[in-house]
Nanobody, 124 residues
Framework: QVKVVESGGGLVQPGGHLRLTCTSS????????VGWFRQAPGKEREGISC????????YYADSVKGRFSISRDNAQNTVTLQMNSLKPEDADVYYC?????????????????WGQGTQVTVSS
């Protein structure tokens, strides 16, 4: 079965940190660009951070630059999103997806093999 699975969400206080992990089954993540997206109720899905297939390029939304960091571990078949200095407005369901190139980060409809999402709550 081809799928991606997210983990690592939870409740954190403002200023705290979380690490989200994406892994896959049925295929290897290092064959694709991989991205993290978030979607609040009633809003469009937003590309937060993506990493290219060859790891040489990354994308970050302006809202998370300097606070979030994306990385791969090909041996573990994972892509990790380290989220620091979390703000209440970062609270959302976060999804992992794969695409053919980094451009899908700004065009989520080009992504495929989406995970079920993991909830991030930022609250005191």
């Amino acid at each position: 079965q081809v799928k991606v699975v997210e983990s690592g969400g939870g409740l954190v206080q403002p200023g705290g940190h979380l690490r989200l992990t994406c892994t896959s089954s049925g295929f290897a993540l290092d064959d694709y660009a991989v991205g993290w997206f978030r979607q609040a109720p009633g809003k469009e899905r937003e590309g937060i951070s993506c990493i290219s297939e060859n790891d040489q390029n990354t994308y970050y939304a302006d809202s998370v630059k300097g606070r979030f960091s994306i990385s791969r571990d090909n041996a573990q078949n994972t892509v990790t999103l380290q989220m620091n200095s979390l703000k209440p407005e970062d609270a959302d369901v976060y999804y992992c997806a794969v695409g053919t190139d980094l451009g899908f980060c700004q065009q989520p409809l080009r992504g495929f093999t989406w995970g079920q999402g993991t909830q991030v709550t930022v609250s005191s």
